[in-house]
């Protein structure tokens, strides 16, 4: 009866697990509009350990939007990200499109309103440019997680062209 | 052997639970680590932008009925705006063969969110000869105002487009160069016309219309060139521009005192899209008495969407502002009332006047100005 019991209770426990990756895996889809995930990690030293990503929309000339995520450099305080685009958009060309700026904190970024802030004082690893490129992410912390925050903004000169396009970008980072 | 199975049995379900476990924490790791993954792939954050970004359009209003008699409204709307039998002779006759130099020419009103495309454009052009005999034609240059380039050419002095007689007749061109709103907004359409009888023709209508993605528009000609003679003059739509030395002058002179029998009425359409926010409304008003006297011309105004009153802006004892002088007067009337799409695409103003040496007045300038967004 014992072993029957231990049995019911380790095939909850698995079938609780399975439920469990089922909705983690609705919920995390819902958190993050549903992306698409791919961890593979070639180089294996640069790693993204966690992020707080949304779709945004409904964007306008000067409008920002606020992301953060954690990285882990294995040891190094720097690292490349190239962010591209799934496809061709007005959003994304580096002249006229959206633009891309990251800050590290030392601490972990406070959602405050919509915007994070941090609680001890914020070092610019990348200053605000084109969004899509290959950029040189500085000042990072070879120990422990860099806590970044990406800024991408819609220019607030933003002609009409960037009215009602949408962009799905890739950040890689290594 | 079977004392065995059972921590056989349980071994491999604790191995199940264990690479359960972890294939929860996998997938939820990996979902929840979304657009951004080490070192080489991730899904894309997603952002989109507002169909429409925020801004100010402008327009004015074609359909005018001016009741400053005290009776019964007059229809003085634009006569080159509408199908209305109302219409605007040339100056002079047309020659029997076209000339570069003979033409009409309109300048049609901006009041579109530049950037949007734009699906059937045409221009909607109605003209009759006044010579029942003849047979006039005509073919079609649209430029842009900016620059004054050619941006399209419909028809030509060897192939027009060609009706007879002194009935009406619409006709639609097709105007494929206008891509966009931005075009649209900048748009000037020269007719060249001859006549067999080399008589001058009457113009019922010249509108641009189309649509973008989100709703449809009509352009309304704010400039009027009239080369039939071989000289441009040009005759401006009074409201939709000011200090341009043309006013619209109200059909009778004012009482000394208001009466609410007695106002001019203007309706506008912006032609705002469905789901468009408003976030603010206003009206410039540019106005003074016809007369070169000491009088004093004063007004206030009311909104309205069909018969329905949405504001009101001063009063009769309250009024918005008056002026003694020989010089346009400018006011800008903000209408929070104007704060939804319906009631922006039937806006009615209607401005109650007086004079105290019971004069008529003249609008230099009613402009309507509407910031919106369309997310």
Known sequence: MAHRNLLSSQKFVAVLSLAGAILGLITAGLATGAERIDNRRPSGRVRVVGAKLRPASALAAGDRVQRVLELKTGGRRGARLIVTARRASPLTDPKLGMRLKIERCPRAWRAKSKVFTCPARATVSLPDGPAVGIHKLRKLSGKGKNHLRLTLAIPQAASNALQGQSAALVYSFR | ?375
């Open chain 2, 1 to 375: 052997m079977l004392p065995r199975r059972p921590d056989k049995r349980k071994r491999s379900l604790r191995w199940g639970v264990v690479l359960g476990a972890t294939a929860a924490a996998f997938v939820s790791t990996s979902v929840a680590l979304g657009a951004f993954t080490s070192t080489v792939t991730g899904g894309g954050g997603a952002l989109t932008t507002k169909r429409i970004f925020s801004g100010v359009r402008s327009t004015s209003a074609w359909t005018i009925r001016d009741a400053s008699g005290g009776g019964a409204e007059a229809i003085k709307d634009d006569p080159l705006s509408y199908a209305d039998g109302v219409t605007t002779t040339t100056g002079s006759a047309w020659s029997s063969t076209f000339s570069a130099t003979r033409y009409l020419e309109f300048d049609f009103n901006s009041a579109l969110p530049g950037g949007l495309g734009v699906s059937s454009p045409q221009l909607n052009f109605r003209m009759a000869s006044t010579n029942n005999a003849a047979t006039w034609c005509f073919y079609v240059e649209v430029y842009r105002i900016s620059t004054s380039t050619l941006i399209g050419t419909h028809g030509s002095s060897g192939a027009p487009t060609c009706n007879s007689g002194t009935t009406q007749t619409t006709t639609q061109v097709s105007l494929p160069e206008v891509t966009t709103t931005t075009i649209a907004n900048d748009l000037r359409v020269r007719i060249y016309v001859d006549d067999s009888k080399s008589k001058p023709s009457a113009t019922d209508m010249a509108t641009i219309t189309g649509s973008t993605p989100y709703s449809s528009f009509t352009a309304y000609e704010q400039v009027y060139r009239d080369a039939s003679s071989g000289a441009p003059a040009a005759t401006n739509w009074p409201p939709a521009s000011s200090g341009d030395t043309f006013g619209y002058t109200t059909a009778a002179a004012w009482l000394a005192t208001f009466a609410t029998t007695r106002y001019v009425k203007l309706t506008f359409d912006p032609g705002l899209p469905a789901g468009a926010v408003i976030t603010a409304a206003s009206l410039d008003f540019a106005y003074r008495s016809t007369s070169a006297g000491a009088d004093t011309a004063c007004w206030y105004m009311e909104t309205y969407n069909g018969a329905t009153l949405l504001g009101a802006h001063g009063s009769s004892s309250s009024t918005i502002s008056c002026n003694s002088t020989t010089s346009y007067r400018t006011d800008s009337v903000s209408l929070p009332e104007v704060a939804t799409v319906a009631n922006a695409n039937s806006l009615t103003v209607k401005a109650y006047m007086d004079d105290t040496l019971v004069q008529k007045t003249q609008l230099d300038l009613v402009r309507l100005n509407l910031t919106y967004y369309l997310d």
